[in-house]
């Protein structure tokens, strides 16, 4: 349980914003709870200089040191890095000058979690390191390190997501602030304070150092220990010996006591996420009381839901998935250098696992656009010989029963177009009530597009699932048509539809408005829509190529 002496701490009077109870304490801040007067938001703010004496000397270097924090911060932003909002002087407190006011991380600490536990299982511990990584890649990307990466700055939200605070010591590479000897004992690499020892490039903080830092919480958090220097530390496999081999593998490439011979973070997110199954975070035990009923992973829930993976997991995993791209067999090692590109992981790969498989397939009809009715129809199953029973349509029938099935409510533009005798004008309306669908995640309304048991039903479930699982939505979704004729039929229930149809960019989030990732527009296709009347309006039945000249 989160324990804190609060009464050591006097309450800081932060303007705009009124202070509930101390979250924590470095070495050179106090942080509170803060709830925000004129919304109820929650935040953290970071209140610097609480522990010191006052005095003009002292304010100018804690004010500098706080600036360059929230410069660093203000550039960057990542699902996994806390978000820094703004500096404010605060006052209350003797010397509690600056506060920074960031994202308010419920879970709690890393490090509080392993004081209640001991040690987590491998499941746990992949779920706190791949996106951890995946930061640092963002990090090292963007030309910072971290520079203490620690139990203590790795913070979680009520959900149990990992994020990644504090970047006080961070700096930029090459940054003369860089200072190697600095960080957290025991998971500070020990090859830069060997080199920080009177040498000027030693200083530099390295990529690498964040690499070894974050395997050494990987280590921490699988066996309760730091993994001290290599020649006093047991094989992994001795002290945990449920650990997968691959997972000990990246853990004792990244401890690697040459910087040079470790993965990046990039490669060791993917080594990491490639050993085994990520499980969702129990916090139950490691937070305020007050928190216990926000908590999505609590015991409980976790029980209920037997142990399902959180919907960010999925999209990190699937992100992952995508990002992963097998090597030749013959490609050069990378040279090591100084962006931090190690070396790749020793040891063969694990073969692509049926998780990982079962993403790449999920993948395959997202990765293209699957808001695209192009890649609809080449998602859909062969056509199955068609004796559709008579529609019932949901907008009339819950207009019919009062009591019925719930109520599917549409602008009434859409539900006018998609009750149009024409089929033309009810085409658009069916593509614009499937853009409302997967762009909102009002799923449901996909019942009114596609005929039940027809190929174009079977091709959207899947998109509807995966967006169902990863918890995202297709933000700005648009599909617009053009030259849209309808063919000549003998059938007056059955028609079929030429167009042109284009899909216009969008970005794939998740409900909490998050980016997962953007997708670019998508080049008019020329389709053709099987389109059947029943139920009194027009549904979709199946997507077709255009006739080819053959
Ligand atoms: N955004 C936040 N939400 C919830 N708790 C937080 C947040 N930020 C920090 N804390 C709590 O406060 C503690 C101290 O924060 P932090 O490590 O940022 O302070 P610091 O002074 O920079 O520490 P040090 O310099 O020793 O690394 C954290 O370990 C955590 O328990």
């Known amino acids: 349980m989160e324990t804190l002496d609060t009464t050591a701490a006097v309450l800081p009077l932060i303007p705009g914003y009124a202070t509930s109870r101390q979250l924590g304490r470095g070495s050179s801040s106090t942080v509170w709870l803060v709830t925000r007067d004129k919304d109820g938001a929650r935040f953290a703010v970071k209140c610097f200089g609480a522990r010191e004496p006052d005095g003009p000397a002292l304010q100018r270097t804690v004010l500098d040191e706080v600036t360059r924090e929230l410069r660093l911060l203000s550039g960057l932003r990542h699902e996994h890095l806390v978000r820094v909002h703004e500096l404010l002087q605060v006052g209350g407190t003797p010397g509690a000058s600056y506060g920074l006011v960031m994202d308010y991380a419920a879970g709690g600490s890393l490090a509080n979690l392993m004081s209640g536990r001991g040690r987590l299982p491998v499941g746990e511990t992949i779920t706190i390191l791949t996106p951890i990584a995946q930061v640092l890649d963002y990090l090292h990307g963007s030309g910072t390190v971290h520079g203490d990466v620690s139990p203590a700055n790795i913070l979680f939200t009520a959900e149990g997501k990992p994020l990644l605070a504090d970047l006080g010591f961070a700096a930029r590479v090459g940054d003369p602030h860089g200072n190697a000897d600095v960080g957290t004992q025991g998971f500070l690499d020990p090859a830069s304070i060997a080199l920080g020892e009177g040498s000027a490039a030693g200083r530099e903080l390295l990529p690498q150092r964040d690499v070894y ?146 993403g790449l397939s999920v993948a395959a009809a997202v990765l293209v656009g699957a808001g695209s009715w192009a890649v609809w129809q080449q998602n859909q199953p062969p056509a199955p010989a068609l004796n559709l029973a008579p529609l019932e349509d949901p907008l009339a029938t819950t207009r019919k029963a009062p009591g019925g099935p719930p109520s599917v409510e549409l602008p009434a533009r859409l539900a006018q177009g998609l009750h149009s005798e024409d089929p033309e004008v009810a085409v658009s309306a069916l593509a614009a009530v499937r853009d409302l669908a997967l762009g909102e995640g009002r799923l449901e309304v996909l019942a009114l597009v596609n005929a039940p048991g027809s190929p174009a039903e079977a091709a959207d479930k899947e998109v509807g699932d995966y967006l169902r699982e990863s918890g995202t939505v297709f933000a700005g979704l648009v599909t617009t048509l053009s030259g849209v004729t309808v063919d000549d039929s003998p059938q007056t229930d059955h028609v079929l539809v030429s167009l042109s149809a284009a899909t216009s960019g969008y970005e794939e989030r998740l409900t909490t408005g998050a980016k997962v990732r953007a997708q670019e527009p998508v080049a008019p296709q020329q389709l053709r829509l099987h389109l059947v009347r029943s139920a009194g309006r027009w549904w979709v039945l199946e997507i077709l190529g255009p006739v080819t000249a053959d």
């Open 213 to 358: 830092s974050l395997a050494a919480v990987g280590w921490y958090c699988l066996t309760g220990a730091v993994p001290g220097v290599e020649r006093h530390r047991p094989p992994l496999s001795l002290v945990a010996p449920d650990v997968p081999k691959a997972l000990t593998a990246a853990l004792e490439a990244a401890l690697d006591p040459d910087p040079q011979r470790r993965p990046s973070a990039r490669e060791f997110s993917t080594a990491v996420f490639r050993s085994a199954g990520p499980e969702a975070l129990d916090l139950s035990g490691s937070v305020h009381h007050s928190v216990i009923p926000e908590l999505l992973t609590r015991r409980q829930a976790l029980r209920r839901a037997r142990r399902r993976t959180p919907r960010w997991v999925v999209a990190w995993r699937i992100a992952l998935t995508r990002g992963f791209q097998p090597k030749p067999k013959h490609m050069p090692r990378s040279a090591p250098s100084r962006e931090g590109r190690g070396r790749p992981l020793k040891g063969r790969p694990k073969a692509v696992g049926l998780s990982l498989r079962l």
